[in-house]
């Protein structure tokens, strides 16, 4: 089981739905949980970042976290051409170093 | 500001060579890590360098060494180039004390004939 599970996608929604991303984690220990962007060729943006279980909401972006089920989600209201992008998943697994494992992304496509 | 960069952005080495990644980042950050990201493997960590003076390997340290010039500066040196290290590698950089973000640098394409 990898520690950080992401589905590949590519993940295709029209211009102005909303774009539901899904992360899972294997270490019940981890503390925290980030989002980041990247575009073809470019390096990884920070989107958002979770520490508690709920909802935290930024602008068109909702990041969801469920440490029961081991699970974060990114969800993207109103997408937009411009979102299109693979959108990576982190976790730290806390034990000092403040390292983050990565899962290998979900590229979502938003189609006109 | 800046904020990380890294040179090269493009390098072609053969097998055997040795060359040295270079970042720099001015965002006054303690923290930074030296990441290679390979197709279908996502991000791995290489080394990271908690504060100026230490350094700790990651998750696939064999084959690099790196050096934290000090607290703006760290490198990442291939002593001997293997085609297994054509990837692209992200340095980046944090906050410490605590769970911090991470802010990557622009990346280095390598290639090793």
């Known amino acids: 089981q990898k520690e950080v599970e992401q589905n590949s996608g590519p993940l295709s929604v029209p211009e102005g739905a909303i774009a539901s991303l899904n992360c899972t984690y294997s270490?019940?220990?981890?503390?925290?949980f980030f989002w980041y962007r990247q575009y073809s060729g470019k390096s990884p943006e920070l989107i958002m970042s979770?520490?508690?279980?709920g909802d935290k909401e930024d602008g068109r972006f909702t990041a969801q976290l469920n440490k029961a089920s081991q699970y974060v989600s990114l969800l993207i209201r109103d997408s937009q051409p411009s979102d299109s992008a693979t959108y990576l998943c982190?976790?730290?697994?806390?034990?000092?170093?403040?390292?983050?494992?990565f899962g290998t992304g979900t590229q979502l496509k938003v189609e006109l | 500001n800046a904020g990380v960069t890294q040179t090269p952005k493009f390098q072609v080495l053969k097998t055997g060579q040795s060359m040295t990644l270079q970042c720099a980042q001015d965002?006054?950050?303690?923290?930074m890590y030296w990441y290679r990201q390979d197709p279908g493997m996502g991000l791995r960590l290489i080394y990271y360098?908690?504060?100026?003076?230490?350094?700790d390997k990651g998750e696939v340290p064999n084959g690099y060494n790196v050096s934290r010039l000090n607290k703006r500066e760290f490198s990442l040196r291939l002593e001997s180039a293997a085609p297994s290290q054509t990837s692209v590698y992200f340095c980046?950089?944090?906050?410490?004390?605590?769970?911090?973000?991470?802010?990557f640098g622009p990346g280095t394409r390598l290639t090793v004939l």
């Open positions: 980046a950089s944090s906050e410490s004390g605590g769970i911090k973000a991470q802010y």
């Open positions: 270490d019940r220990g981890s503390q925290s």
């Open positions: 979770i520490y508690s279980n």
């Open positions: 982190a976790v730290n697994r806390g034990g000092g170093g403040n390292k983050l494992t």
């Open positions: 965002m006054n950050h303690n923290s």
């Open positions: 360098s908690a504060s100026e003076g230490t350094t």
